[in-house]
């Protein structure tokens, strides 16, 4: 007798998913947030196993976890150049950010010892916080810039003593309003840092990965025209 709601419950589901895009939208929304908690508490005891903590190795149990995603939403991914990630030795991966999906894209490319630069927020995300400890994922306080800046700088040493690679978002947040945001600097000086440039190279770098990324970005916009939101109400 308890079980009578559901059955309004499962007629109501499947009627609101075939007819409403907003309400796909948000349910694709939950179902990410609670399938990718539920992927990292499986890949927390697999990653401590084989790596006995946070190790980058990790990020390949990560990334294979992370990959058939993509088919529940509904996503598919077209790669053009992943040859040029398959050089040897450290480089810094600068990528636009629009929403918490891009992890799907990243996932997709993510060469191996190739960990990201995160908000230290990420951390408290539960299981998906435990999951990016382990995987060697470097924490910032965007608050704290002279802080943020020891733990870049820390990471550029680690980088190139350990042959890691780094994933920088550098817009330094999600922006959905088109286009890309100013670059922040700290990927360029990560990058700097780890081909022996000097800092007066900055400038020059971010302004030209920023035209390259904006000319990609419009291309590909012009492409395709569908918005990361609900596309009717
Ligand atoms: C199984 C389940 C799996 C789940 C998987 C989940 C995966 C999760 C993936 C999660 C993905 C999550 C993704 C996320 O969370 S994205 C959000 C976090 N990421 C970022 O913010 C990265 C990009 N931010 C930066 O790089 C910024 O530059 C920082 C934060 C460092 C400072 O920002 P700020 O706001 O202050 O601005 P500014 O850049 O203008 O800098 C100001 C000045 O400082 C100088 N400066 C900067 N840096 C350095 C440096 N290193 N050494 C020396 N100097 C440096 C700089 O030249 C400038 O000086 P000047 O040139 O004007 O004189
Ligand atoms: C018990 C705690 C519950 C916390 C719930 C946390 C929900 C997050 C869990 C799963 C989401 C799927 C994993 C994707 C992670 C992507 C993270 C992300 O995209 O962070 C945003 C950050 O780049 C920029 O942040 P802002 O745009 O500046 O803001």
Redesign the pocket.
Known sequence: MDAVWILPVLLVLPLLLWTSSTFVFYFKKCFYVAY?ML??V??IPICILKSGGRDIENMRV?RF??RHVKYFLGLRFQVSGWEHLQTDGPYVIISN?QSSL??LG??EVLPDRCS????KE?LWAG??GM??WL?G?VF?N?KK?SD??NV??DA?KTMLADKIRLW???????NQNGGLLP????????AIQAQGLT?DD??LLSEQSFGIMRSAFLEISGQSVQSNGPSTH
Do not use: N, W
Not at 168 to 174: A, L, M, N, Q, Y
Not at 183 to 190: D, I, T, V
């Open positions: 990718m992927l990292a499986i890949a990560i976890m992370v950010h891009d992890v990243m996932m990201t630069i995160a908000k990420l299981t998906v999951i990016c995987g994922i910032i965007r810039t943020a800046k870049m700088s550029a920088v978002f550098p817009e330094g947040t999600r670059f922040k600097k700290g990927a360029f000086h990560l800092a900055v400038t």
